[in-house]
């Protein structure tokens, strides 16, 4: 059962929970096991949007790191989370659940551009939406994508599936002694540059008042517990 307090979220993956366990690309069957639980939030009567990263195929940042122009690296990471959001829509209607993926980037022949109000009525007829393209510039990720798109759908909370189950005072892989936070300020996200969205992310949920959950998606059902608050996460507001 899903908590009462949220009639519409916003689901953030980031690229890399779609490779499963492999190192690049997409796992078609760990993607089968993320659009089962997408599908069970959405069956407790639930609306969602959902944003997906494309850091399991390309990150601009990477390809510039390698000497490309930052820009060019950045329009191949929007191309792949298209991708990325083809294949969890096709994960997702394989489950009977309806979905329509709107990208920021025009690709006329293989989604629908973003509009908002045409999103609107997907949502009222049941099906998911899938933001693709993240804002549709480079410089940007597809966190701010996610925070842009939570703003403009009017989302109750921004829920952030990563690999890891919440925001820690230090890198919890390096420091055993980590503390995940049950609870933290946006400005304290911001000021000591916790690691949970990029800053222009955060500072855009912090101005429109919009919770951001942090989880972990890799856990089977974590989404549902976490939906009904029995999860482990951090929720920044
Ligand atoms: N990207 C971009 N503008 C956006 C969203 C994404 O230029 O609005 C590019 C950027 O190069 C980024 C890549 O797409 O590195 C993949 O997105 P992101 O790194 O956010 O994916 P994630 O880390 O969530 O898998």
Request: with cysteine; proline share 3%.
């Amino acid at each position: 059962m899903s908590s009462p307090e949220y009639k519409r979220i916003l689901l953030k993956l980031s690229g890399e929970v779609l490779m499963g366990d492999q190192q690049f690309g997409i796992d078609p069957a760990f993607v089968a096991e993320l659009a089962q639980e997408v599908k069970a939030a959405k069956d407790t009567g639930l609306e969602i949007c959902l944003v997906i990263g494309g850091g399991n195929i390309f990150r601009g940042m990477a390809g510039a790191a390698q000497g490309m122009d930052r820009a060019q690296a950045d329009y191949m990471g929007m191309l792949a989370t298209v991708m990325n959001a083809l294949a969890m829509q096709n994960a997702l209607e394989q489950l009977g659940v309806q979905t329509r993926v709107q990208s920021a980037v025009q690709m006329d022949q293989v989604c629908e551009p973003v509009i908002r109000r045409r999103a609107e009525r997907h949502l009222e007829k049941g099906r998911v939406v899938i933001f693709a393209a993240g804002v549709g510039a480079p410089y940007f990720t597809t966190d701010s994508g996610a925070a842009l798109r939570a703003a403009e759908m009017r989302c109750d909370a921004l829920f952030k599936g990563t690999s890891v189950d919440g925001v820690y005072d230090s890198d919890p892989k390096k420091n055993p002694a980590a503390k995940r936070f049950e609870t933290v300020s946006y400005d304290k996200v911001l000021a000591n540059n916790l690691k949970v969205m990029d800053a222009s992310a955060v500072a855009l949920c912090r101005d429109n008042g919009i919770p951001i959950v942090v989880f972990s998606i890799r856990e089977k059902g974590n989404l549902a517990r976490v939906l009904a608050g029995q999860g482990v996460q951090t929720v920044v507001k």
